[in-house]
């Protein structure tokens, strides 16, 4: 599997040769979920859930 990884939308397997990331999050993206509503759906739920946990010090 070291030449594959998985989609962040769909988590279907891509050829390390077709990847594409996400220019947001930095994460594989495949063709068909590129560009589409499925892909900011993922790329938002990814991102609220980056803070999760973290509380800011600078209070």
């Given amino acids: ?3 594959k ?3 962040f939308v769909c988590n279907e ?4 040769e ?17 560009n589409t509503e499925k ?3 993922a790329e938002k ?3 609220d859930s ?3 946990g973290f509380v800011c ?3």
């Fill in 39 to 41: 892909e900011k759906s």
């Fill in 57 to 59: 010090g600078c209070i």
């Fill in 45 to 47: 739920s990814a991102m």
């Fill in 5 to 7: 990884k998985s989609c």
């Fill in 18 to 34: 077709e990847i594409t990331y996400n220019k947001v999050i930095n994460l594989p993206v495949c063709k068909k979920c590129m």
């Fill in 1 to 3: 599997m070291k030449n």
């Fill in 13 to 16: 397997i891509i050829e390390i």
């Fill in 50 to 52: 980056l803070g999760e």
